[in-house]
Structures are given as structure tokens and as C-alpha cells.
């Protein structure tokens, strides 16, 4: 990267564009870390245009690795990705949450865990020597989410909660979303939970973003797939949320575009000036923000 465009990029930090075509910066970087759930997808459905963005990327700049909160092993994700329609052309690599929080999880077996989930994200445990216990024969819990997520709250969960902190069992949270926007529904994610169980007092250890081990391998990923080693600020991270995916950015010395659009957590702001001010609010910096990613 150039001196020119490092001076332009430092200029976007303090005050971001609002931008159409993510081919503007592209030139300026030679990775992508792109979230998920938000910028790829609404969990039914592809944002238009975001399928040509990544293959185009790939073509003209480097990998495109995504980047996501989900509570599950990467080896999931590709299928997900498939039925909804997204080409392999389109990405290098994914790493999820899940992958940090096995990496966690396998730190602290053989003790007994007390598992908060529902049956879908049982994959996160395949291939790890793990024994589910109760509260007062657990060592630590593992969440990856309320057990039905369309139809309990998290409130439902707090007297479970307050147990759990009364045993003093540290929380590995395998989703650090507070919320994600499936099909225009918001629904709660095990983040949610984690934030009660931290106001209870409990202990919280996060895997995914905005905590730096997803970003460990991220980053990895990124040097894998140009087989050689690749600095931070010649990525660029792709999210919709402020608090996971452009915090996590931010902390992890990395360039961030903020996608605004109707399709992500952060929807419904509606102006130029809206959307700066809840930038503003979140303490985040960007280079830049789109309604939805396109080339």
C-alpha cells in the first residue's frame, strides 16, 4: 500500500464515507474479512450483489476469508453458504466463533461442562473428549445459545443464570452476538445470555468477535491463502455490528467498512447523520459505510 493511500485511509478513520461500490477501497488492500450474518445474509436469503462483490475482490485483490460469530466448527458453514446460494468462488476460507471456542473448550478438559443450547449447535462438540454435567459437578458452562431462540427470551433464562453464578462457573459464550436479524425477525443469541450471567457476576470468556482469537485465526487464514505473511492493515473487515464485528476491527488494528443496510442488526437508522451518530455512540471508527456491500 502506498503512502498516498495510507494518508487517504487514516483521513476516511476520522471522518467515513458513505459509499456505493467497495471497489473505491479495494485498491488499498490485499484481504477481506467479511461477516456473515448481516453483509452475506438475512438466514433465508443473499443481499443482491453481495455474491459478485466477493468473487470480484478475490479477482482483483486477494482472499476473502469470512468471518462469523457462529457458535459452530467452519466445516458447517460452506453447506449453509450452499443452500443459500453463495459459489465457493466467492470465498477462501471461513473460521467461526465456534473454532475459537473449541480451542477454549479443549484447554479445560477433561473437566465437566454444563452445556445451555439447542441440539443444532451440537456439531461445536464432535471430536472433543467432553462430559455434560450438572451445575454442581460442572466445571464450567458452555453456551451457544438459548435452547428454542424464536420463541424464549433471555429474561427466561436468568434464574438459571443466577445458579450458575452462585456455583462460580466461568461461561465460555460461543456466540458473542447479542442479536442477529434471521429473515427480518431479530432473534436473541447466546450473547445475550452472557451479558445477564456477567451482570450476575459471572465470568465470561469469548471466542469469537470483537475478542482477539477469531482474528488470530483469521489472520492466519489470510496468510495461508496467500502463502505468505500478511500485515493488518493490509486487510480490510466487512460487519454490520458495531460492538462484534467493527469494534473487533478496531481492536485488532484492522481497517473496518460498517454495512447499514435494512438487512443487518443495526437497521432502521435511515440518514447519513443517523447512522454517523450511532457511529459516534459506539465509539467505533470506520473508513467507511454502505447499505449493503456491492462491487
Known amino acids: 500500500m502506498t503512502e498516498t493511500s495510507r494518508a487517504t485511509i487514516a483521513e476516511l478513520v476520522s471522518n467515513p464515507e458513505f459509499i456505493d461500490s467497495i471497489s473505491e477501497l479495494a485498491p488499498g488492500y490485499d484481504a477481506m474479512l467479511c461477516d456473515a450474518w448481516g453483509v452475506i445474509h438475512n438466514g433465508v436469503e443473499l443481499f443482491d450483489g453481495v455474491a459478485d462483490a466477493l468473487v470480484q475482490f478475490r479477482k482483483n485483490r486477494g482472499p476473502v476469508i469470512i468471518l462469523t460469530n457462529a457458535p459452530r466448527p467452519s466445516t458447517i458453514i460452506p453447506g449453509q453458504l450452499d443452500r443459500l446460494g453463495l459459489p465457493r468462488g466467492a470465498y477462501d476460507a471461513v473460521v467461526t466463533s465456534g473454532d475459537a471456542t473449541r480451542h477454549e473448550i479443549a484447554r479445560r478438559l477433561p473437566a465437566p461442562a454444563f452445556k445451555i443450547g439447542p441440539e443444532k449447535d451440537d456439531p461445536l462438540f464432535e471430536g472433543l473428549d467432553i462430559e455434560f ?163
Open 133 to 295: 454435567a450438572p451445575p454442581e459437578m460442572a466445571s464450567f458452562i458452555i453456551c451457544t445459545g438459548m435452547v428454542d431462540e424464536k420463541n424464549e427470551e433471555p429474561e427466561d433464562y436468568r434464574e438459571l443464570l443466577a445458579n450458575l453464578a452462585n456455583h462460580n462457573l466461568p461461561m465460555i459464550c460461543a456466540n458473542p452476538d447479542i442479536v442477529v436479524n434471521w429473515g427480518g425477525r431479530m432473534i436473541w443469541c447466546a450473547g445475550a445470555l452472557a451479558q445477564i450471567y456477567s451482570e450476575l457476576g459471572g465470568a465470561v470468556i469469548f471466542g469469537g468477535k470483537p475478542h482477539a482469537p477469531i482474528y488470530e485465526l483469521a489472520c492466519a487464514a489470510v496468510d495461508a491463502a496467500r502463502k505468505k505473511p500478511t500485515q493488518r492493515k493490509q486487510m480490510l473487515a466487512i460487519g454490520d455490528g458495531l460492538a462484534t464485528d467493527i469494534a473487533g476491527a478496531n481492536a485488532n488494528n484492522i481497517d473496518a467498512v460498517f454495512v447499514a443496510g435494512d438487512g443487518g442488526i443495526h437497521r432502521g437508522y435511515g440518514s447519513e447523520a443517523a447512522i454517523a451518530a450511532k457511529l459516534a455512540e459506539a465509539n467505533v471508527e470506520t473508513i467507511a459505510v454502505m447499505r449493503t456491500l456491492k462491487w
